[in-house]
């Protein structure tokens, strides 16, 4: 059964400390690695999608990586409007199947 | 550019009512998907659409169904509401030709009392 995990829990951060989110997966086939972001009673917003290992996506202050076993999500310099919660998905045959999701707060 | 409408935005029923939520796919978006997100919790997958037929089932009760119209909006009917039916109901979209990137409504928050 596809799997996905992702670490911290949630991150506390103070505006331009740097850090990076983890998400780790076991599935079958790799059709597709998705990250969201989510504010509090909002849906999902697509940031990046990734396909093969060694791919790299940026959009401003985020970068996605991707291995064989994990995805990685910089955050570079964050703003407090970064503050939100990132959520990792693999593509598990036209379903979207998500981790827990990593709460991040960037205080100013 | 367009979104992904759903509507109603808010809901609220008593135990054993029906409810209707329905979705709006962003225009010429083929697929659409039903997404369940309780309080604290991920969202999980419910059921899904492709051209009006529907493609994939997860995690939905007998008590739910679907469907996807000519216009390609799609409807979620649930029926006997319980308690634990309180969440957030999301739906995505997106393209067949395209089937991995999920384009995601504001959802509906949904509170049975």
């Known amino acids: 059964e596809d799997q996905v995990t992702q670490s911290p829990e949630a991150l506390r951060l103070q505006e331009g400390e740097s850090s990076s989110l983890n998400c780790s997966y076991t599935v079958s086939g790799l059709r597709g690695l998705f990250w969201y972001r989510q504010d509090p009673g909002k849906g999902p917003e697509f940031l990046f999608t990734l396909y093969s290992a060694g791919e790299e996506k940026e959009k401003e202050r985020l970068k996605a990586t991707l291995t064989k076993k994990e995805s990685f999500l910089h955050i570079t310099a964050p703003k407090p409007e970064d503050s939100a919660t990132y959520l990792c998905a693999v593509d598990s045959w036209g379903k979207l199947q998500f981790g827990a999701g990593t709460q991040v707060v960037v205080t100013p | 550019a367009a979104g992904v409408i759903q509507s109603p935005r808010h809901l609220i029923k008593e135990k054993r009512e029906t409810a209707t939520l329905k979705c709006y796919p962003i225009?010429?978006?083929?697929?659409v998907y039903w997404y369940q997100q309780g309080p604290g919790q991920d969202p999980q997958f419910l059921i899904s659409?492709?051209?009006?037929?529907?493609?994939d089932k997860g995690s939905i009760p007998d008590r739910f169904s679907a469907q996807q119209f000519s216009d390609y909006h799609s409807e979620l009917n649930m029926s006997s509401l319980e308690l634990g039916d309180s969440a957030l109901y999301f739906c995505a979209s997106s393209l067949f030709s395209s089937i991995h990137e999920q384009f995601f409504g504001p959802g509906t928050r949904l509170t049975v009392l």
């Open positions: 225009p010429r978006h083929d697929t």
């Open positions: 659409f492709y051209e009006k037929m529907q493609s």
